[in-house]
């Protein structure tokens, strides 16, 4: 009975969290704030009912509340000459929200996701409308070859070595790739979506796609001389280590806690720093991280990668594992990141220090080379963060 009573106080809560960004940006509108509310919880008792009274119930429920939503569609297209269907839809799935809680167990993951997801999209009206008609053939096109990747290709590849060595399983190596284009993909699409032009958001955003390439952005085209920029988009090549690893290896989530600890540090720091500066705008440039051409060269480079970075690691032992972390670490973090992550458990935290800490530099040599006095100033967090990766490390 208490998880009952906790589940009709979340069923509401939800419902409110939907029904607030409905009744505030709809002036007619035939659910607001309290039938959001009503019909989230409607959900839940509806579930509750049928389970122990009679089964028909809830499909009763469903019914009836697709009726409402019809009705109402019908009413708006036919006598108001209106348009869109989303408050209907939101109506009929915050029903189903409802429907979801009662069926979960603690802590409710599915509910909780599938509302604030809904609200999120409900929120993101304009942004997403402007961002539809903004959104180029070119982009349409490396989303399907995402598509096609992940959803096509991955389920029918065989889970068994296919070379000599019996190490190339086509099966791993399409989850790597689909894992790094996936993330890519999907702070692209969150980049594009905000718009955003400042800095700190920016530089956050950008490196979760390519660190390296943020630098040479920042280090060429920044007037002032200021490091945040450098040390968030840093910091988000070390989340960006973190979240592979454990999409890879879920049982490195604790072990590599360190990349997480160091990857926050740098963004308060960031955060601190950039609220001594004046408030500074730049208009961003970044391209889809997905094309045919870059699939076709990637998915051949990085199988060679991974037979090669798995026969020296057997033939020469750990140390000639941590050589190629620190050379190829300097302008590369996420291949060897997929692939370390298949390492054991200390060996893969060893090497994505060394992977992580190489790549930092990486990012300092570039600009290096393109601005010195920008360099001096955000040299010297950068080693800072080199320092926290190694403390946590070796902390954890």
């Not at 505030?24 to 009503?38: H, N, P, V, Y």
């Not at 190339?168 to 702070?187: M, P």
Request: proline content about 3%; some cysteine; glycine content about 4%.
């Amino acid at each position: 009975m208490e998880e009952l009573l906790l589940k009709i106080l979340i069923s509401l809560a939800l419902g409110a969290l939907i029904g607030i960004e409905r009744e505030r940006r709809m002036k007619e509108s035939f659910a607001g704030f309290r039938t959001f509310m009503l019909v989230c919880l409607f959900g839940l008792i509806s579930s509750y009912l049928s389970s122990i009274l009679l089964n028909s119930l809830l499909i009763l429920s469903f019914l009836f509340v697709g009726i409402l939503a019809a009705l109402n569609f019908y009413r708006k297209v036919i006598y108001k000459r209106g348009r869109g269907i989303t408050t209907e839809i939101a109506f009929f799935l915050t029903f189903l929200i409802g429907v979801i809680l009662y069926y979960e167990s603690y802590p409710y993951i599915i509910s909780l996701a599938l509302a604030f997801l809904l609200a999120l999209i409900l929120v993101l009206k304009e942004s997403l409308h402007e961002f539809a008609h903004k959104v180029t053939t070119k982009e349409i096109e490396d989303f399907i070859i995402f598509g096609l990747v992940a959803f096509v290709i991955y389920p029918i590849l065989p889970d068994y070595p296919i070379d000599p060595f019996g190490i190339l399983k086509l099966k791993f190596i399409w989850k790597a790739i689909v894992a790094i284009f996936g993330l890519s993909f999907f702070v692209y699409s969150i980049f594009r979506v905000l718009k955003t032009k400042g800095v700190l958001w920016g530089s956050v955003l950008g490196g979760l796609i390519n660190s390296i390439y943020m630098s040479n952005f920042f280090s060429s085209n920044l007037k002032k001389f200021i490091a945040y920029p450098f040390l968030a988009s840093v910091s988000s090549m070390l989340l960006r280590a973190y979240l592979l690893s454990s999409i890879i290896n879920p049982s490195l989530i604790i072990p590599n806690i360190f990349l997480l600890l160091t990857a926050v540090s740098g963004f308060l720091i960031s955060y601190f720093l950039s609220r001594k500066n004046k408030a500074t705008k730049i208009n961003i440039q970044l391209t889809s991280p997905i094309s045919f051409k870059f699939v076709a060269f990637y998915i051949p480079l990085f199988s060679a990668l991974f037979l090669f970075a798995n026969i020296i690691s057997k033939c020469f032992g750990i140390f000639a594992s941590q050589i190629l972390a620190a050379i190829v670490g300097l302008i590369d973090v996420s291949s060897l990141t997929a692939i370390f992550s298949t390492f054991d458990i200390e060996d893969a935290r060893v090497l994505l220090l060394i992977l992580t800490s190489s790549n930092i530099i990486g990012n300092s040599l570039v600009i290096f080379k393109n601005n010195r006095k920008i360099f001096f100033v955000a040299f010297k967090y950068l080693f800072l963060l080199i320092l926290f990766n190694v403390f946590f490390f070796l902390l954890f």
